[in-house]
């Protein structure tokens, strides 16, 4: 059974700090992984995805993927309020697949 | 440019009731995906489609789920008979289908309610 594990949070950050979001998985044949943001009421919409090693950076936010630890991580720099919503990680295990975790709850104080 | 469509965006039924859930994805793309939200699991595929064929429908819970995808630009979900655990929120998602690092567009969904 492939697996993506996502603490549920809720996690809360103040505005203008640093949002850190992590997902583990449980099969090292995983190749790709994606950070899908979805707003209360609303579909989830990709925000990136990364399928090698080290660290991607788009804007304000960075995807961070360890294989040999089966980490994957999102930060999110100078956090806004209008980033208040759940982040679900998902990963790809060679096709178009995805196993979806069942996402973090991020709460932005201002 | 038209995103994802679902129709109906709520659904209210009773136990036992066949339910039919619509979706026509972004026009050019081949792939086309159902998920069901809960909860309780989060967000599950229950199958997709590449090319209109059905590729993986591992994810659908039993026989009373049924997919199909006629054409490129229309897709059906039923349940028969419907049952109070299928309340959920189902979600249909399109991809252009030319690998796994594609970005798949999700619709708004159908809010099912079973009573």
């Known amino acids: 059974q492939k697996e993506v594990e996502q603490n549920s949070g809720p996690l809360s950050v103040p505005e203008g700090a640093i949002a850190s979001l992590n997902c583990t998985y449980s099969?090292?044949?995983?190749?790709?992984f994606f950070w899908y943001r979805q707003y209360s009421g609303k579909s989830p919409e990709l925000i990136m995805f990364i399928y090698s090693n080290g660290d991607k950076e788009d804007g304000r936010f960075t995807a961070q993927l360890n294989k040999a630890s089966q980490y994957v991580s999102l930060l999110i720099r100078d956090s806004q309020p209008s980033d208040s919503a759940t982040y679900l990680c998902a990963a790809s295990f060679g096709n178009e697949k995805l196993t979806f975790g069942t996402g973090t709850r991020l709460t932005i104080i201002p | 440019d038209a995103g994802v469509i679902q129709s109906p965006r709520h659904e209210v039924t009773e136990m036992g009731q066949e339910v039919t859930l619509r979706c026509k994805p972004i026009s050019g793309h081949n792939s086309l995906f159902w998920y069901r939200q809960t909860m309780m699991r989060g967000l599950e595929l229950l199958i997709y489609f590449n090319n209109n064929v059905p590729i993986d429908d591992s994810g659908m819970p039993e026989d009373r789920f049924s997919a199909k995808m006629p054409n490129a630009s229309f897709s059906t979900l039923k349940i028969q008979p419907s049952e109070p655990r299928d309340s959920a929120v189902y979600f249909c998602?399109?991809?252009?289908?030319?690998?796994?690092?594609?970005?798949?567009?999700f619709g708004p969904g159908t809010r099912l309610t079973v009573l």
């Open positions: 998602a399109s991809s252009d289908g030319q690998g796994v690092t594609d970005t798949q567009y």
């Open positions: 099969d090292r044949g995983s190749q790709s």
